[in-house]
């Protein structure tokens, strides 16, 4: 147990086979809450669940026909469903110019609609168990601009708009929606990006997967008064650069 009982919490965390949303799900379940991980990654995904005490499901988050059984699925294993972890997604590099049709379209579908998706699936079930928490996975690419990165941004900026629209939406059913904010954390995705990325943060390295679990816990547990805002994790990145002159 790391801190107060989750045991009312009972959550879908989409992408949760490895890096940020296994970080959660291993946090969440130690805490008591019960956990549906799923992913594409059947294997890594179905080992995590036996680990932690969670069930896996495979959910491709752009499929709306496994997100209608996903949450079919978790109603009937946990008696309901209070909160989703529209975490899943992917990185591609590539300028406007670079980045061809097929993988814009790509990645907006996962990053996007898949997050889309979700809100519109599981929203009906929280508001079925009366009401909860929806934490939706943005970055710092979804607060600025980065160069090399068109596909990504654009679907980072979108999903903070659309947790703006969810959150009035939703309101009326008791569910708080909030998007998340991360700048470079060591999972998987970042395996091959270098430390000297972080190096002018005012936290200069990093993050840890486990951190961001540390606030999606609190996100999902403690943030009662906050709905439709911004949570920022990034070491400082978005504030601007320590330079030396
Ligand atoms: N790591 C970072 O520096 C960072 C920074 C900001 C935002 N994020 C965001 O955090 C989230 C988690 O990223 P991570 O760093 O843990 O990456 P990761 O690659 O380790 O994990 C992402 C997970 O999403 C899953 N996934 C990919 N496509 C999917 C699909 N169509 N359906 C279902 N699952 C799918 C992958 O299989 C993987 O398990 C992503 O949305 C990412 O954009 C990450």
């Not at 959550?11 to 969440?28: D, H």
């Not at 710092?140 to 679907?155: D, F, M």
């Not at 009326?172 to 700048?183: A, C, E, F, T, Y």
């Not at 995705?189 to 997967?209: H, K, L, N």
Request: charged content about 20%; hydrophobic content about 45%; overall charge negative.
């Amino acid at each position: 147990m790391n801190g107060t009982s989750l045991s009312g919490l009972k959550v879908i965390i989409t992408g949760g086979a490895r890096g940020i949303g296994a970080a959660a799900g291993r946090l969440l379940a130690a805490d008591g809450a019960r956990v549906m991980l799923t992913d594409v990654l059947d294997e890594e995904g179905a080992a995590l669940a036996r680990e932690i005490g969670a069930i896996y499901r495979r959910l491709d988050v752009t499929d709306a026909a496994q997100w209608d059984a996903a949450v079919a699925a978790a109603e009937e294993a946990f008696g309901g469903v209070t909160a989703l972890f529209n975490n899943a997604g992917v990185l591609h590099f590539g300028s406007v110019t670079e980045c061809t049709p097929e993988d814009y379209r790509r990645v907006i579908d996962i990053n996007l609609t898949g997050v889309f998706l979700g809100l519109r699936t599981v929203a009906p079930a929280i508001a079925r168990a009366g009401g909860g928490t929806i934490v939706n996975t943005s970055s710092t690419a979804g607060l600025q601009g980065y160069g090399g990165l068109a596909a990504y941004v654009s679907s980072k900026w979108g999903v903070r708009g659309l947790t703006k629209a969810a959150a009035l939406d939703l309101a009326p059913d008791g569910i708080r929606v909030v998007s998340l904010h991360p700048g470079p954390i060591r999972t998987p995705m970042t395996a091959e990006m270098d430390e000297s990325i972080a190096a002018t943060q005012p936290i200069p390295r990093f993050g840890e997967a486990d951190e961001v679990a540390r606030m999606v816990r609190f996100l999902f547990a403690e943030a009662s008064y906050s709905t439709g805002s911004e949570f920022i994790i990034d070491g400082g990145a978005v504030t601007g650069q320590v330079l030396q002159f």
